[in-house]
Structures are given as structure tokens and as C-alpha cells.
Nanobody, 111 residues
């Protein structure tokens, strides 16, 4: 059974950092496109960043220079390193591997 599980969310002050993890099972992450999305209360889900199987990355303008996506193929896990966090980054963050979504992890940034 293919499964994607996010972790690493939490409460952080503005300017702080968090690293989210996206652990996959039943699928080889390195062969797939991986995306991070987020959804804030009352807003639509939006793409934060994606990485292709070939390593091409595409970041939303709002996170460029602050967020970094990466993969550890040995651990079959993708990461989202989030630095210089802002209150407007508060949302549930979801990992998507091909068409498979995780359950999401809450990120709250206090001002």
C-alpha cells in the first residue's frame, strides 16, 4: 500500500525555522515528483514548491529564498526546510507524491 506521511510541524515564532518531513512507503520517492502544498484557514490549497524526479525545483514567489525542498533517497523521504518564517506561512502543509497526498501537518507561526 502506498502511503505518504508528513511530520515536523509545530508552533514557532516569526523568524524561526522548521523542517518538515515527507516519508513515503510503497513507492520510490526518487523516481517521482514531490510537491509541498499548504492551506491556510479560509483559503484554497496552494503549491509551495515541487521537485521533479530529475531534481528540477519550482518555488512559489512567496517562499523563494526562505524554503528549500530536498530528498534523501536512502531514507525515501523528502524535506521542506523553512527559514525566516512569517505569520502568513501559517497553514496545514501537505506532501504530494505523484497523485498521493499525505494527511498534512500544522505549521503555526506566531508574531
Amino acid at each position: 500500500q502506498v502511503q505518504v506521511v508528513e511530520s515536523g510541524g509545530g508552533l514557532v515564532q516569526a523568524g524561526g525555522s522548521l523542517r518538515l518531513s515527507c516519508a513515503a512507503s510503497g513507492i520510490i520517492l526518487s523516481f517521482r515528483a514531490v510537491s509541498w502544498y499548504r492551506q491556510a484557514p479560509g483559503k484554497e490549497r496552494e503549491l509551495v514548491v515541487s521537485i521533479s524526479s530529475g531534481g528540477y525545483t519550482d518555488y512559489a514567489d512567496s517562499v523563494k529564498g526562505r524554503f528549500t525542498i530536498s530528498r534523501d533517497n536512502a531514507k525515501n523521504t523528502a524535506y521542506l526546510q523553512m527559514n525566516s518564517l512569517k505569520p502568513e506561512d501559517t497553514a496545514v502543509y501537505y506532501c504530494k507524491v505523484n497523485s498521493i497526498w499525505g494527511q498534512g501537518t500544522q505549521v503555526t507561526v506566531s508574531s
